[in-house]
């Protein structure tokens, strides 16, 4: 199948490739120009595990090639996919459409004349899949909705193993084409606007247990229990399931914070209450400061006179492990929640994040390619993203060259035990400690 992708960031990339690799002919297109020379020359710039090796291989063979004009990037497609990025409107809690617009307006001005069919794979809310049948307004053209569901860090092992497809629309013709793409695959037929709202309602229902077992572990640390034994407990009920009950520093990442907000007003618009993603929204966003304050307060008990500065060695800045991703960070929210307390120095430390994280931080934190010499003289070492490079440093040596012991594990990674044994001042997350 020839299969065009338009937007080529961490969703359409490794899609592209996905798709090159079993045996489609694929053009990734992107306006930004210096991205798509860039890619021509064999440079990406996203970190996912296993994407280099499988976009070089697609791209000698000639299966995926990239383009920065639609018109000339969909002109023998088949199926367009339009995979650009949907932030939250700067001045409003709403999805901005702009790219949707403009790539619509795009594909428009191309006047089709053979059919085709365009799935939204961004995430967009509902009654979208109406505009841009309006905006592009082709009757060879079906627009169909096809959310995406990959989790960044593990894009391409989602592409190849999906839980399930989900494509909206009520166009046999669409049906056919994309039942010929997904044939192995679980995929659910729904109308399109049902489409569009489960991508949302799946990502709110995982902020909404991501926060409820953050709560959990607040009630712990209070109450005297221990969260893991807890979310144990919970997920061996099969009702509840095992996943998104680790405790830890809020959600975030560029798609659930933005998407519960697009969602609250997607139910404002439709005079329709949400009061849980309300309360999920504004407690993540209260957790990040009280994560920070938590960090603060130790350090101030380091320093109770205001005599010296302390300093923090933070471990993790991307959003989650596995990527290189800081967009909405909770690490580095708290890490600017920190910036404005007196007498903290912030060294940091991420192995595939310190650039991304520089463009939000500037330099007001120091920046480190090892996490032993991050560690280097500090009282306090802190983790924030859940790097398994993390669980296997040498933490003896680590704790021999600090100028104190304090280890703050607030993603719960490590060996209590150990890191105990070994003399650390160790806390975790939802464990009350004296
Ligand atoms: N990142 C994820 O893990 C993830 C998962 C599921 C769904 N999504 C959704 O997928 C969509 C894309 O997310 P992303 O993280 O890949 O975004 P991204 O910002 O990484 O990439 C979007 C790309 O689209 C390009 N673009 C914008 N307008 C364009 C146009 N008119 N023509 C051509 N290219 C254009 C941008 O230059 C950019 O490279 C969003 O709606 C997001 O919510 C993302």
């Known amino acids: 199948m020839n299969i065009s992708i338009i937007g080529t960031g961490y969703v359409g990339l490794p899609t592209g490739v996905g798709f090159a690799s079993l045996g489609h002919n694929v053009c990734c297109i992107d306006k930004n120009i210096d991205k798509v020379e860039r890619l021509n020359k064999g440079q990406i710039d996203i970190y996912e595990d296993n994407l280099k090796e499988l976009f070089d291989k697609t791209v000698q063979e000639g299966k995926l090639t990239f383009a920065y004009s639609i018109k000339e990037g969909i002109q023998n497609a088949d199926l367009v996919i339009l995979a650009v990025g949907t932030p939250t409107e700067p001045n409003t809690n709403k999805a901005d459409l702009t790219y949707i617009k403009?790539?619509?307006?795009?594909?428009?001005?191309?006047?089709?004349?053979?059919?085709?069919?365009?799935?939204?794979?961004?995430?967009?809310?509902?009654?979208?899949?109406?505009?841009?049948e309006e905006i592009i307004n082709n009757e060879n053209c079906d627009i169909v909705s096809m959310p995406e569901f990959l989790r960044e860090g593990f894009a391409l092992h989602d592409f190849f193993n999906p839980d399930r497809i989900v494509i909206g629309t009520n166009s046999e013709k669409a049906k056919n084409l994309l039942q010929q793409l997904y044939q192995d695959k679980n995929v659910l037929f729904t109308d399109r606007r049902s489409s569009e709202l489960i991508k949302y309602a799946s990502n709110a229902f995982l902020a909404l247990k991501i926060h409820y077992i953050n709560e959990i572990a607040d009630l712990c640390e209070k109450a005297g229990a221990n969260v893991e034994f807890v979310a144990k407990g919970m997920g061996l009920d099969s009702r509840i399931g095992n996943k998104f009950l680790n405790a830890g520093i809020g959600f975030g990442g560029s798609c659930f914070p933005k998407d519960t907000k697009?969602?609250?007003?997607?139910?404002?618009?439709?005079?329709?209450?949400?009061?849980?993603?309300?309360?999920?929204?504004?407690?993540?966003?209260?957790?990040?400061?009280?994560i920070a304050k938590k960090i603060a307060d130790k350090a101030k008990e380091l320093n109770p006179h205001g005599e010296k500065q302390i300093r923090i060695a933070i471990y993790g800045l991307a959003f989650k492990n596995n990527t290189d991703d800081c967009r909405e960070s909770p690490a580095i929210e708290i890490i600017q929640h920190l910036l404005n307390e007196k007498d903290l120095i912030l060294e940091v430390y991420d192995p595939k994040a310190n650039e991304?994280?520089?463009?939000?931080?500037?330099?007001?934190?120091?920046?480190?390619?090892?996490?032993?010499?991050?560690?280097?003289?500090?009282?306090?070492?802190v983790i924030l993203t859940e790097w398994e490079e993390f669980k296997n440093l040498d933490y003896k040596l680590i704790l021999t060259s600090m100028r104190d012991d304090i280890l703050l594990d607030y993603r719960n990674l490590l060996d209590e035990e150990e890191m105990k044994s070994i003399g650390f001042k160790y806390e975790r997350i939802g464990k009350k400690y004296d």
Do not use: W
């Not at 790539?103 to 899949?129: L, N, W, Y």
């Not at 991304?356 to 032993?372: Q, R, S, T, W």
């Open 102 to 132: 403009e790539a619509s307006k795009e594909i428009a001005e191309c006047e089709i004349d053979r059919h085709i069919v365009i799935a939204i794979k961004s995430t967009v809310p509902v009654g979208t899949g109406d505009m841009v």
């Open 356 to 381: 991304n994280a520089k463009k939000i931080l500037g330099d007001k934190v120091n920046y480190y390619e090892c996490p032993k010499l991050c560690a280097y003289a500090v009282d306090m070492l």
């Open 262 to 290: 697009a969602l609250l007003e997607t139910s404002k618009e439709f005079d329709s209450k949400m009061s849980l993603v309300d309360t999920v929204i504004n407690g993540n966003n209260f957790r990040k400061m009280k």
